[in-house]
């Protein structure tokens, strides 16, 4: 999937805004929860090197929350990185080249949303 497509999929598909916190960064993009303003997806052009490959390119790739059980797992394939501006623990960086699969980046990012949202307060009885 590409920035565009990220981009244009995940206005048409969750309750979002977005914002570019950083003056020196302006093509980091944070996608925001409307209601609580939480991350749950940051795409940047970051060069390989610092996500441990050859050159000093720019890569365009998004960071997800994620269950630090699958992080493990993903991070032994292709396209994902151990997450770049955000803690390892409980996010991933997914390269938006191709190399990873559309149906998986959405499934990533559909978890990401889901794990940012705010959670409801319970009734006490």
Partial sequence: MKRAEL?????????????YPWLKYP????????????????IMDVPKNKLGLQGEEMLK???FK???ILIGT???????FPAYHMSKDSWITVALDG??????????????????????CKKRY
């Fill in 27 to 42: 093509n980091y993009e944070v996608f925001r929860h409307c209601n609580n303003r939480k991350w749950f997806a940051l």
């Fill in 7 to 19: 981009e244009s999929f995940i206005m048409e598909t969750y309750n979002a805004e977005t914002d």
């Fill in 66 to 68: 994620c269950d630090p």
């Fill in 99 to 120: 190399s990873v699969s559309d149906d998986k980046t959405k499934m990533l990012l559909d978890m990401s949303y889901e794990a940012t949202i705010p959670k409801t």
């Fill in 61 to 63: 790739v998004v960071d």
């Fill in 74 to 80: 993903l991070r032994e394939e292709p396209g994902f």
